[in-house]
């Protein structure tokens, strides 16, 4: 069976590589819907450094999607069956290092060929199925799952005391850790600080909100998540610095392209614990997708995502990218091709 791979040859332009399909011990899955991430506009924008751009082009990019199984040599799944596809490949695992950062792991998408092809082939431990959940949200699934690694992570590392825990960023991933956050930690007060009013009035299921410049000079909070990224990181985390208890846990999801200064001092006098958290595996994704079966969880993801019209060639493709410039979270589309 002969694939077609729409590949990024360079920022901006896209080509379709022909290849053949290895069916052997492997799920084919029919991509439905697709999402975009902020990492894969920067490779669309050539927002990476020229030598990055250089190793990791061409490949196929997206890694958020949800599919339909087509065959599945193994005899996991059924024909027609819904899955989400978890684009981590991890190498050699080692006890009590997550997949996600074992060094030898492969991440599609990020040097290698992701989901914008005819059709996937992945291993039966790379797909989790999932039932009565909108494909329009099941396609940010591995955006869920990325929330959810980094709150396991928090409950592993943090102390017991979690009065209240603030999320600094008003975007996209502050919005997914505040619903896992508010699914999980029940009794806690979780409070979002950001820039955008017009994003944080869309916060309204979390304990309160602030903007930056309006946040109390006394306010205090047990432990934060920083999903800012690129410059704002350095605001973010020496905000956090200064408002967080001592021993506090700082869980570091927002990516920067150049170094970040801290305020080490306060930070050491402080004790406090800082946690980087970047992409998640197959335990995240199966946790990800029992928290979507939740229909209240589910619908409170629907505000955040707008559906663009549907893909079905090179030029829909850059029209999808241009229309996620403009969007204020989420873009997802359906893959027709």
């Given at each position: 069976?002969?694939?077609?791979?729409?590949?990024?040859?360079?920022?901006?332009?896209?080509?379709?590589?022909?290849?053949?399909?290895?069916?052997?011990?492997?799920?084919?899955?029919?991509?439905?819907?697709?999402?975009?991430?902020?990492?894969?506009?920067?490779?669309?924008?050539?927002?990476?450094?020229?030598?990055?751009?250089?190793?990791?082009?061409?490949?196929?990019?997206?890694?958020?999607?949800?599919?339909?199984?087509?065959?599945?040599?193994?005899?996991?799944?059924?024909?027609?069956?819904?899955?989400?596809?978890?684009?981590?490949?991890?190498?050699?695992?080692?006890?009590?290092?997550?997949?996600?950062?074992?060094?030898?792991?492969?991440?599609?998408?990020?040097?290698?060929?992701?989901?914008?092809?005819?059709?996937?082939?992945?291993?039966?431990?790379?797909?989790?199925?999932?039932?009565?959940?909108?494909?329009?949200?099941?396609?940010?699934?591995?955006?869920?799952?990325?929330?959810?690694?980094?709150?396991?992570?928090?409950?592993?590392?943090?102390?017991?005391?979690?009065?209240?825990?603030?999320?600094?960023?008003?975007?996209?991933?502050?919005?997914?850790?505040?619903?896992?956050?508010?699914?999980?930690?029940?009794?806690?007060?979780?409070?979002?600080?950001?820039?955008?009013?017009?994003?944080?009035?869309?916060?309204?299921?979390?304990?309160?909100?602030?903007?930056?410049?309006?946040?109390?000079?006394?306010?205090?909070?047990?432990?934060?998540?920083?999903?800012?990224?690129?410059?704002?990181?350095?605001?973010?985390?020496?905000?956090i610095i200064r408002h967080i208890k001592p021993q506090g846990t700082v869980v570091l999801m927002g990516v920067s392209e150049n170094e970040v200064p801290v305020n080490t001092r306060d930070l050491l006098e402080k004790g406090l614990n800082l946690i980087g958290c970047s992409r998640s595996g197959r335990e995240?994704?199966?946790?990800?997708?029992?928290?979507?079966?939740?229909?209240?969880?589910?619908?409170?993801?629907?505000?955040?995502?707008?559906?663009?019209?549907?893909?079905?060639?090179?030029?829909?493709?850059?029209?999808?990218?241009?229309?996620?410039?403009?969007?204020?979270?989420?873009?997802?589309?359906?893959?027709?091709?």
């Open positions: 069976m002969i694939n077609y791979i729409y590949q990024l040859v360079s920022p901006g332009i896209f080509s379709i590589k022909y290849s053949d399909i290895d069916s052997s011990n492997k799920v084919i899955v029919r991509p439905k819907y697709m999402s975009i991430c902020h990492a894969d506009q920067r490779y669309y924008l050539g927002q990476r450094d020229a030598n990055i751009l250089r190793k990791k082009l061409p490949m196929a990019l997206i890694h958020e999607c949800c599919g339909e199984v087509l065959s599945d040599k193994t005899n996991t799944f059924k024909k027609g069956q819904k899955v989400v596809m978890i684009p981590n490949v991890p190498g050699k695992m080692r006890k009590g290092i997550f997949e996600n950062y074992l060094q030898d792991s492969r991440f599609l998408s990020s040097g290698y060929d992701g989901f914008m092809r005819e059709f996937v082939e992945l291993a039966s431990d790379r797909l989790v199925m999932f039932e009565d959940i909108d494909e329009r949200v099941a396609a940010i699934s591995e955006f869920v799952s990325v929330g959810v690694h980094a709150v396991n992570r928090f409950n592993l590392e943090s102390h017991c005391y979690k009065d209240t825990i603030a999320i600094f960023g008003d975007g996209s991933l502050s919005y997914v850790v505040s619903c896992v956050l508010k699914s999980i930690y029940k009794d806690t007060k979780v409070v979002v600080v950001g820039k955008n009013i017009n994003k944080l009035s869309y916060f309204s299921f979390v304990d309160q909100t602030y903007t930056l410049d309006r946040l109390p000079h006394d306010f205090k909070m047990d432990h934060a998540f920083e999903c800012v990224g690129s410059s704002g990181s350095y605001y973010a985390i020496n905000d995240d994704f199966k946790k990800a997708i029992n928290l979507m079966s939740n229909k209240e969880f589910c619908n409170r993801l629907k505000p955040i995502i707008y559906e663009d019209m549907p893909v079905r060639n090179i030029e829909d493709i850059n029209r999808v990218f241009s229309t996620d410039l403009n969007t204020m979270f989420k873009t997802v589309f359906e893959w027709k091709v």
